[in-house]
């Protein structure tokens, strides 16, 4: 029994080890999924600015007006690029992530399939203990009715 206590008690942590990683990955999941959704958000203005900025210069623009369109369009530009670098980051982290919660996967399915082969084990000593225990019965009551003829 100790060993299977022992085993219980791995199990245990592993599961909960794999449980925390899963929970790692659904939140980086989360924090990616805000991210693409920022970086469309970014595009479409980025867009709808230069739509706007090509209108403006069809009716005519004024020089300081062209110099903020460019200048808006500039930042535009750069907070784009910067959310595009933060989110290959974040599909890293996601990636190691998944990695991690998978082997911790792998260590808790290795100690289920142990513990799966210990109690199969433990089956097979308890219906030889039985079988034991049967034809020592049998051999028993065989034996007594000779003695009292």
Same mark, same amino acid.
């Given at each position: ?5 022992? @085993?219980?008690? @791995?199990?245990? @942590? ?11 990955? %659904? ?27 090509? *209108? ?6 004024? *020089? *300081? %007006? ?28 996601? *990636? ?7 082997? !911790? ?8 399939? @142990? ?17 034991? !225990? ?16």
């Amino acid at each position: 029994m100790p060993k299977t206590s022992a @085993l219980e008690t @791995l199990i245990e @942590l592993a599961q909960t080890r794999t449980d925390d990683a899963a929970r790692r990955l %659904g939140f980086l999941n989360a924090q990616g999924l805000d991210m693409e959704a920022k970086l469309v958000l970014l595009t479409q203005y980025s867009d709808e600015y230069r739509a706007r900025f090509r *209108a403006s210069m069809q009716q005519g623009l004024t *020089a *300081a %007006g062209w110099r903020n369109y460019h200048e808006f369009i500039d930042k535009l530009d750069a907070a784009i690029s910067q959310q595009q670098e933060a989110l290959e980051l974040m599909r890293q982290r996601v *990636a190691a992530s998944e990695a991690a919660w998978q082997s !911790e996967r792998r260590v808790l399915n290795s100690y289920d399939t @142990l513990a799966q082969r210990h109690r199969q084990i433990q089956l097979v000593h308890q219906a030889k203990r039985e079988q034991r !225990e049967t034809d020592e019965w049998a051999n028993s009551a065989a034996i007594r009715p000779a003695r009292h003829s």
